[in-house]
């Protein structure tokens, strides 16, 4: 599905029932938007990881502009602004009055920049391995001269130097670095992951590249008026957003809790997916 908003086609896809039956009465459950990680990818990784949730939410996953199914468009306009206006519009769009707003490192970063700048249109906020400014990348390239390969410095290098420019680049970047990206790295399901993501290279340099717009952004000023319980998740072995930017954003937001997961790389969704979804569950449902 797609709706036009804005200036773009923004895709779109819905699990689970908003309103179910529970013995004679009706139950309404929260509607919950999953914010994409990258930029560069599409919403396909959230289907495996978070379709648990839907227990007690209905989701709503759904690709930025330029990237997955979504309309593309002037690429000047592939930025964390743009991305917080059309999330905006889309909950308007679809008549959500308060959206669970759920958000992965990129994802994190746009959920949470929503959250500040449309407090009344969220009524809980959760943000997973993500960080608030820049400094997110200095961390980064200490973390791989530490843990990474060779290969995986030269890949990130890649990255911020503008050079990733085909969906070949893209996919080969990613192979180069799931075992950085995981704790429970599998080879196999890394493939089957890559095979179903839709690559954008576009939205990549234009976040990432020479004058990237991630190369300078900065919400810590931001970040007090978020009004919505928010709950903070970091991984112990995360390397492109460690765990201080997490207890970072914890102690910004008013209204936050903190929890680091100690076993999970950065798609700690993926290496602790039990723990992921009851934890997020509880803090929907208290």
Not at 267 to 279: G, I, K, P, Q
């Amino acid at each position: 599905m797609k709706a036009k908003i804005r200036d773009t086609e923004i895709f779109f896809d819905v699990d689970g029932a908003a309103v179910r039956p529970r013995g004679d009465a009706l139950q309404e459950h929260s509607v919950a938007f999953l914010v994409h990680g990258g930029p560069g990818v599409d919403h396909n990784g959230y289907k495996v990881t978070c379709a648990p949730l839907t227990s007690s939410m209905q989701l709503v996953y759904f690709d930025h502009r330029g990237h997955g199914r979504s309309g593309r468009g002037d690429p000047n306009k592939y930025t964390l602004d743009e991305n917080v206006e059309d999330m905006e519009a889309l909950r308007s769009y679809l008549g959500v009055e308060r959206i669970v707003s759920i958000g992965a490192s990129y994802g994190g970063m746009v959920a949470m920049a929503h959250a500040a700048r449309y407090p009344r249109s969220v009524s809980r906020l959760i943000l997973i391995s993500t960080a608030s400014h820049y400094g997110l990348i200095d961390r980064a390239k200490e973390i791989l001269v530490a843990r990474g390969t060779p290969e995986q410095r030269a890949a990130f290098s890649s990255v911020l130097d503008g050079r990733i420019d085909t969906i070949e680049d893209m996919t080969r970047y990613f192979e180069v670095m799931g075992s950085i990206f995981s704790t429970t790295f599998d080879p196999t399901k890394a493939k089957s992951a890559r095979a179903r993501s839709t690559y954008s290279p576009e939205p990549l340099n234009q976040a990432w590249g020479p004058g990237g717009f991630l190369r300078s952004f900065d919400l810590r000023n931001e970040l007090g008026a978020i009004t919505a319980p928010t709950l903070v998740l970091g991984a112990r072995y995360d390397w492109i957003c460690a765990p201080e930017f997490s207890a970072e954003i914890q102690r910004l937001i008013p209204a936050a809790s903190l929890e680091i997961f100690e076993k999970s790389g950065h798609l700690l969704t993926t290496d602790d997916n039990e723990r992921f979804v009851s934890t997020v569950t509880r803090f929907v449902t208290q």
